[in-house]
């Protein structure tokens, strides 16, 4: 038996932002016949977010601690009635982070002096209308919120579009083989391992799009653009 070992990866990329791995390992605990060759195949499709998941909050400060927090409370109270409003669920809104801090002030040769408490308040909010986030920012913004951060985009069921990134590598390390075959004069046999790991990262929108957009319209806005979503294989064959 001989032993070719080759590597030909079909498309290669940098990874900004990582799905959860999907890995399925296959151990080649068979023998093979002819010429075995290794191929990584990767599988690419293309989809819009669909979730923008947005951080938004308010900071008060006070002389006393329970009047910086009671002050943020009150706010925020302000800024989840907007969210009803807008027709945001209660299940797309999580708080997480209420914080209370002394602030002090420092003078030379002198101890540190309690000047009041700094609180804040946020939530994360799970946006499903991502082209309207934006003016529903604007409306928290109104309402009392001096906290936003974000947005992570996302796509909201993946698995479809994952599973066409699938089939799009293995059709690729298939063809691959095929040529490699050809041109040392075998046929690809069958296959005898595959393993796999996902992962998918955004592709900007052109920058000259979001020049005209922000020119047009001076109010808040989120840009979704593209996301990747990738899947990468280590295919092994067996030809003769």
């Not at 032993?3 to 296959?26: D, H, K, M, R, Y």
């Not at 109010?219 to 979503?229: A, F, N, V, W, Y």
Request: include cysteine; hydrophobic fraction near 45%; glycine fraction near 4%.
């Amino acid at each position: 038996m001989k032993n070719l070992v080759l590597a030909a990866c079909l498309a290669g990329s940098a990874t900004i932002a990582a799905l959860p791995a999907a890995a399925q390992q296959s151990t080649i605990n068979q023998s093979i016949a002819g010429t075995r060759l290794d191929i990584s195949a990767t599988g690419e499709v293309t989809r819009v977010p669909d979730i923008a998941v947005i951080s938004a909050g308010v900071v008060t400060r006070a002389a006393t601690a329970k009047a910086a927090l009671q002050q943020a409370a009150n706010k925020m109270a302000r800024v989840r009635a907007a969210l009803s409003r807008a027709g945001i669920a209660d299940r797309d809104i999580q708080t997480t982070n209420i914080n209370l801090n002394p602030d002090y002030a420092y003078e030379n040769n002198r101890p540190p002096r309690l000047t009041g408490y700094n609180a804040s308040n946020q939530v994360s909010v799970r946006f499903r209308d991502v082209a309207n986030s934006g003016e529903i920012l604007d409306a928290l913004v109104a309402e009392g919120a001096n906290s936003i951060n974000g947005p992570t985009l996302t796509i909201d069921k993946p698995e479809a579009a994952i599973d066409e990134a699938r089939a799009r590598a293995v059709a690729a390390g298939r063809a691959r083989a095929e040529m490699y075959a050809r041109s040392m004069g075998l046929r690809v046999v069958r296959v005898v391992a595959v393993s796999e790991s996902s992962s998918s990262y955004p592709v900007p929108p052109p920058m000259a799009v979001m020049a005209r957009a922000e020119m047009a319209d001076a109010s808040t806005k989120i840009d979704p653009g593209e996301q990747k979503l990738q899947v990468n294989l280590q295919m092994t064959f067996e030809l003769q």
